[in-house]
T-cell receptor, first 114, second 111 residues
Framework: EAQVTQNPRYLITVTGKKLTVTCSQN?????MSWYRQDPGLGLRQIYY???????DKGDVPEGYKVSRKEKRNFPLILESPSPNQTSLYFC?????????????FGNGTRLTVT | GNSVTQMEGPVTLSEEAFLTINCTYT??????LFWYVQYPGEGLQLLLK?????DKGSNKGFEATYRKETTSFHLEKGSVQVSDSAVYFC??????????FGTGTSLTVIP
């Protein structure tokens, strides 16, 4: 089954404790991206990647890192999480990264930073 | 800059009622426009898209027309069902790399 898999689904952590949210897709998509969803703000793009070793900032990259060492994986790293990063996070992928290709989303990771 | 403005919800309709969710946008160049739907506990799924002016996207009885003159992409459905209850997001992509989403409109359809 074609899918984007995020782990974990839920995560509670404390301020300053480094964490990684994993994202993996099995559709051989070149393009992958991360979003955060907050009430009243919709989805905002954090980072995106057009292919292996190619990443770029979205609208809200501060406090986040990403890496793309393999085509299928695109982990989101919070080196020193803060409470304002409490949010619902989504990973998405698409083929070729063009506007003709729809985004395929994972089921989300709900992060709480205390 | 690029941005999307959606009508605020929540929206509650009776089954078989007509649905309109307004969406207007600001963008540089000629973006592609999308509607995504999010069911509870799930990620977003593409509902429909339009890539140039006057294009009409349609899927599952939903329609939206890319109106460049009014910078709008309103979502419509003639007769909603209980199963249409979800959150709907309007989005644009000016380049295919970056995506801009509206705040989402929650729809509840009651029998």
């Amino acid at each position: 089954e074609a899918q984007v898999t995020q782990n974990p689904r839920y995560l509670i952590t404390v301020t300053g404790k480094k964490l990684t949210v994993t994202c993996s897709q099995n559709m051989n998509h070149e393009y992958m991206s991360w979003y955060r969803q907050d009430p009243g703000l919709g989805l905002r793009q954090i980072y995106y990647s057009m292919n292996v070793e190619v990443t770029d900032k979205g609208d809200v990259p501060e406090g986040y890192k990403v890496s793309r060492k393999e085509k299928r994986n695109f982990p989101l790293i919070l080196e020193s999480p803060s409470p304002n990063q409490t949010s619902l996070y989504f990973c998405a992928s698409s083929s070729r990264g063009t506007y003709n290709s729809p985004l395929h989303f994972g089921n989300g990771t709900r992060l709480t930073v205390t | 800059g690029n941005s999307v403005t959606q009508m605020e919800g929540p929206v509650t309709l009776s089954e078989e009622a007509f649905l309109t969710i307004n969406c207007t946008y600001t963008a540089t160049g000629y973006p592609s426009l999308f509607w995504y739907v999010q069911y509870p506990g799930e990620g977003l799924q593409l509902l429909l898209k339009a890539t140039k002016a006057d294009d009409k996207g349609s899927n599952k009885g939903f329609e939206a027309t890319y109106r460049k003159e009014t910078t709008s992409f309103h979502l419509e459905k003639g007769s909603v069902q209980v199963s249409d209850s979800a959150v709907y997001f309007c989005a644009l992509s000016p380049t295919g790399n970056q995506f801009y989403f509206g705040t989402g409109t929650s729809l509840t359809v009651i029998p």
